[in-house]
């Protein structure tokens, strides 16, 4: 008989420059989003400078056709996509992994319906159904887009726990327990949602970054947060016009949400990166 | 008294096919009853229906009665009550058995809590853990303070079919069912499990229903066989009588096949 072999603290070792690089990028949006709420360069919408004006010491970005500071807006809208992803996947993992939990339990043709309603809901883009859930509730809203936005992704949540759930439950350690008589919430608490948990944090990552493009598309659509709540979406929309003569009005913001859906990607690549190390482990 | 186990002309089909015909056995408490057979015989799922869990796409039929309650057609709410005390199963594939992301002492201390909370002695704190060590220590799991803090992939096979007997036993069964616990292990280990099996099953005084398709390990378990073809029981009797002087076609070949086996590893030696 062998000994007890590595440690489990050999896996914790594994932190892939793709996970610190996607880290960085999301902690550097958190930290900016965290500063908006104590402190700003300049009153959101208080008309700070010339319009249109270039990056200068006083407006690091210059300002928009009203002659407001941009880099204000561009930090508010940090704190608005991560607002909208995390609220989203927060209620897409909560809609979602219950009805495939259920699913999972369900008899033949309950899960057959589901399975087929899911797929046919997940053939919709997600950008569609948030749309549809927007123009249902009559007033654009940050939270009605957040909402949107989760039961959208509630869907593709769902599919991917129901079929995570069915690969454990067919698993020895879960006939064990119900041989030595352990009821099905108790299994679903202590044996399900922890082994399904590894594979459903990177999807939940992956739908942050997706819930934050959506947020931006709706925005841009004018679907999303109204007026006071400076969006990248709204941004990118207000600079439309005057793409030729200030560039820099739609490029930052371009760029803020491009590096905030890539450090989401990185993070899901990294944490799959270490999941699966872990796994190759064991 | 009732038998432990009588089961009655079980029979367990899919939607398209009899995976278990007219199945009928009878394990008194304190029996050793071995089920043999090859691969697809239909070993495991007479194990699983004689606990009610088939999977779902499977239907049984006939009469199981455990411990005197009939087991075919009764809610899971009712079947509760009788697992984990009438019965338990040590699974054939020890990777699978335990779970790959809990504490090895938690995967004990979970059914060992049930049982005696059951029992309406409730365990918990000092006593709960000291009491996961003593089965450890029963299992003849080396260091099991260290061992209780491991996960499954840190112990080797034969530790982790340790730790399945452990949680097993934690229920106190009448009946421990073994479903070939020693398949997956090298020949050293497979002896040492074996004869750890002997030990708890006669200090413990539980029936055992021990599944393989290895002849000599079942010999050397059990008083009593029965052999498995297709779903089918075509031999059973005691282990000396069904060795010894097989009545039937396929017994006998699977004797000759364990013989061969066997004249080839000495040849080797
Ligand atoms: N859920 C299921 N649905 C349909 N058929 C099944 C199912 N489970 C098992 N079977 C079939 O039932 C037959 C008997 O399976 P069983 O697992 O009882 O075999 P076994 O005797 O335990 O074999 P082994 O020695 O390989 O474990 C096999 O042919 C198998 O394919
Ligand atoms: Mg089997």
Known sequence: MSDVAASPNRRRG??????????????????????????????????????LEGASLAHWVGTDRLGRDLFTQLMIGSRIALTVGLGAVAIGATIGVSIGILAAFASRWLDDALAATLDILIAFPTLLIAMLVVAASDTASLGSAIVALGIALSAIVARL????????????????????????????????????????????????????????????????????NASWGRMLQEAQGTVYTAPLGAIAPGIALVSLAIGVNLLADGLRARIDAARTLS | ????????????????????????????????????????????????????????????????????????????????QLRGKAVAIVFQEPLTALDPLMRVGRQIREPLRRRARRDGRPLSGQALDAAVLAIMVDV????????????????????????????????????????????ALDVTTQAEIMALLDRLVRDRNMALLFISHDLPLVASAVEQVIVLRQGVAVESGPVARVFSEPAHDYTRSLLSAARRFDAALEGRQ
């Open chain 2, 1 to 80: 008294m009732s038998p432990l186990l009588e089961i009655t002309g079980l029979s367990v089909r899919s939607a398209t096919k009899v995976l278990v015909d007219t199945l009928s056995l009878t394990l008194q408490r304190g029996e050793r009853l071995g089920l043999i057979g090859e691969s697809g015989s239909g070993k495991s799922l007479t194990a699983l229906a004689a606990t009610g869990l088939l999977a779902p796409g499977l239907r049984a039929s006939g009469s199981v009665k455990l411990a005197g309650r009939e087991v075919v057609g009764a809610a899971d709410r009712d079947l509760d």
């Open chain 1, 161 to 228: 726990t129901r079929i995570l759930a069915k690969r454990v439950l067919v698993m020895d350690y879960i006939t064990a327990a119900r041989t030595s008589g352990s009821s099905w919430p108790k299994i679903v608490a202590i044996h399900v949602l922890p082994n399904i948990w590894p594979t459903l944090s990177v999807n939940f990552a992956l739908q942050f970054g997706l819930a934050v493009i959506a947020e931006a598309s709706l925005s841009y659509l004018g679907l999303g947060a109204p007026p006071p």
């Open chain 1, 14 to 51: 594994i932190v892939s420059l793709t996970l610190m690089a996607g880290i960085m990028l999301v902690g550097l949006h958190i930290a900016i989003g965290l500063l908006t709420l104590v402190w700003l360069p300049y009153e959101p919408n208080a008309f700070t400078g010339g319009r």
């Open chain 2, 140 to 183: 003849a799991l080396p260091d099991p303070v260290r061992i209780a803090r491991a996960y499954p992939h840190e112990l080797s096979g034969g530790q982790r079919q340790r730790v399945a007997i452990a949680m097993a036993i934690a229920c106190e069964p009448d009946l421990l069912i073994a479903d070939e616990p020693t398949t």
